[in-house]
Each structure stands twice: as structure tokens, then as C-alpha cells.
């Protein structure tokens, strides 16, 4: 199983980024996905949810209405676009696949994570 982020960077309060996961070594279409985040010195949080044909999600508090998340199942990548960033939403961004069955194991699979810095 491997979960590779993109598209991360440095944008300016306002501005806009789109984050990509492209899955492999399972069924993506089978499970939900999700984005989590941690900032320097904080806990990692819980930024959004998709389930896995991608008609639910959930958004936390601090992002709802400025975050989407989607995905395209035929294409194994899971999408987080970003827009009106804040300064506060700078924070290496994961995504993560949830109680994956891969052979007798189940378990959650974590990507690298990818940098966004929002500064001016």
C-alpha cells in the first residue's frame, strides 16, 4: 500500500491550492479517505472525510465551507482543493486510508505528507 501527496507549497493568504493522493497496492474504491493536518507543536487534526464512492463528507469546523474534497476512483487519487488559505491553515497535510484489508492485516495507511505554508 502507498500513499503519495502533491501540490503542497507556499501561497498567500487568499490564495488557492489543490493537494492530490494517489493510492496504490489496494482497492481504493472500497474505502473512505481523509485528510488530516498538523501544525508545528499541535496534535494532527482531522480535515476532512470522503466516503468511498464519495457521495458523504464531512468537513472540521475550521475549514468547512473553504475546503473540497473529492475523488476520482478511477484514477486510485484522492483531492483536498484549498481556497480563501489562511495563515492558520499552514500545516504538512496527510492523507490516510482507514482500516485498509490488505491479506489477514487491517489497518490505516498514512502518506508522507505534504508542506503548505500560508505567509505573505
Known amino acids: 500500500v502507498q500513499l503519495v501527496e502533491s501540490g503542497g507549497g507556499l501561497v498567500q493568504p487568499g490564495g488557492s491550492l489543490r493537494l492530490s493522493c494517489a493510492a496504490s497496492?489496494?482497492?481504493?474504491?472500497?474505502?473512505?479517505m481523509s485528510w488530516f493536518r498538523q501544525a508545528p507543536g499541535k496534535e494532527r487534526g482531522l480535515v476532512a472525510t470522503?466516503?468511498?464512492?464519495?457521495?458523504?463528507?464531512f468537513y472540521a469546523d475550521s475549514v468547512k465551507g473553504r475546503f473540497t474534497i473529492s475523488r476520482d476512483n478511477a484514477k486510485n487519487t484522492l483531492y483536498l482543493q484549498m481556497n480563501s488559505l489562511k495563515p492558520e491553515d499552514t500545516a504538512v497535510y496527510s492523507c490516510?486510508?482507514?482500516?485498509?484489508?490488505?491479506?489477514?492485516?487491517?489497518?490505516?495507511?498514512w502518506g508522507q505528507g505534504t508542506q503548505v505554508t500560508v505567509s505573505s
Open positions: 490516510k486510508a482507514g482500516g485498509v484489508r490488505v491479506g489477514p492485516l487491517t489497518r490505516d495507511y
Open positions: 497496492g489496494f482497492t481504493f474504491s472500497s474505502y473512505a
Open positions: 470522503i466516503s468511498s464512492a464519495g457521495g458523504s463528507t
